[in-house]
């Protein structure tokens, strides 16, 4: 039976999507009619982005699931309408983009690149920066991109501490979970990178009481979510030389306003969330797959807990 598919995310994404998601829909044996707008009684699927003109689902009285293009649901996650399973997206291509981005912003820091880049006094300064295994690293958020950039920074050298809602056990990684597993998670933390989903329980986790926690000089690196942090406090760290920098990819507000302080902040590096992105070509597997798998009575990959928020 034939199957109809609405692209309900950025519209100017429509032309990269297309013939990848046809092509994984095929791939799949799946008949279907995929297209960007549909009387709503009759969709089975959207693909979707929390960004979409479709806010309401009431409406979709067919649907089955909905597909999300992003990682990131806290925008659709706690929709009253949405009565059917949700999926996240975990993607190859959003995987190992994020992978390089927290690298190599670990890597800036851990080498101190920047003494070099930007040296205007031409100092031939000496000293090596120490050598990685002596540069504890904690990823809070240690899900499909905690994961993967853990094993990255762990292959280079990095003792890593990854911490996550759940008990876990990864070999060479020192697993935490919990409050008592949270303190002890900052405590050691030269760099913090954040990869949390934004949950209500995961608000302003990185308060004036956690930066505190950190060492002195920690570096905090977050492409997670700009609620995580509380800005005020997070500044007040920074001014106070707690904290020594602070690269920042997401924020509450984006595009972050002209007349934000992390503009003009000395210790602060912005970069207008790039981390990574959803890569069409790969995500379409993805969807397809999970389509496959709905349309053959099976639970959804990567299904949302739309209690937990994530
Ligand atoms: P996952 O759902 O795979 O992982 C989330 C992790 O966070 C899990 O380890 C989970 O624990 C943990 N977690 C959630 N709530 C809590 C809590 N209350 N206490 C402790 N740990 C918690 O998500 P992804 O790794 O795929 O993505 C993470 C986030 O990265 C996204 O939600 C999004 O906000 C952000 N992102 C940013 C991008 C960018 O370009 N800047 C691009 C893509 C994603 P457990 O394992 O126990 O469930």
């Not at 709503?40 to 693909?47: F, L, R, T």
């Not at 005020?232 to 002209?258: C, M, N």
Request: hydrophobic fraction near 40%; aromatic fraction near 6%.
């Amino acid at each position: 039976m034939s199957v109809n598919i609405l692209f309900a995310a950025d519209q100017a994404d429509w032309p990269d999507y297309e013939i990848p998601l046809r092509e994984a829909l095929t791939t799949e044996g799946l008949e279907f009619d995929l297209r960007t707008t549909f009387d709503p009684q009759v969709v089975d699927y959207i693909v979707y982005a929390p960004s979409s003109d479709v806010q309401d689902f009431t409406p979709y009285t067919r649907l089955k699931a909905v597909l999300n293009l992003w990682a990131g649901v806290e925008g659709v996650a706690g929709n009253q309408t949405l009565n059917v399973p949700l999926a996240r997206m975990v993607d190859h291509g959003l995987t190992q983009g994020m992978v390089e981005w927290v690298t190599g912003h670990v890597l800036r820091h851990h080498l101190g690149m920047d003494a070099h880049i930007v040296n205007p006094a031409h100092e031939w300064a000496l000293g090596a920066p120490p050598l990685a295994e002596d540069r504890p690293v904690t990823i809070l958020g240690y899900g499909a991109l905690g994961t993967a950039c853990g094993e990255a920074l762990r292959t280079l050298g990095f003792p890593v501490t990854g911490w996550s809602r759940r008990p876990g056990d990864t070999p060479g990684i020192n697993r935490l979970h919990g409050s008592d597993g949270f303190t002890k998670a900052l405590e050691t933390a030269a760099i913090l990178v954040l990869l949390l989903p934004l949950t209500i329980d995961t608000e302003n986790l990185i308060d004036a009481d956690a930066l505190a926690r950190l060492p002195k000089g920690a570096v905090i690196i977050n492409p997670g979510r700009g609620g995580l942090i509380d800005d005020a406090a997070l500044i007040a760290a920074l001014d106070e030389g707690h904290i020594s920098h602070a690269t920042l990819d997401v924020f509450r507000v984006e595009p972050l306003p002209a007349d934000d302080p992390y503009w003009a902040h000395p210790k602060v590096t912005v970069t207008p969330h790039i981390a990574s992105e959803t890569r069409p070509k790969t995500a379409a597997r993805t969807i397809a797959q999970n389509i496959r798998r709905a349309e053959d009575g099976l639970p959804l990959n990567h299904l949302v807990d739309r209690d937990r928020g994530y």
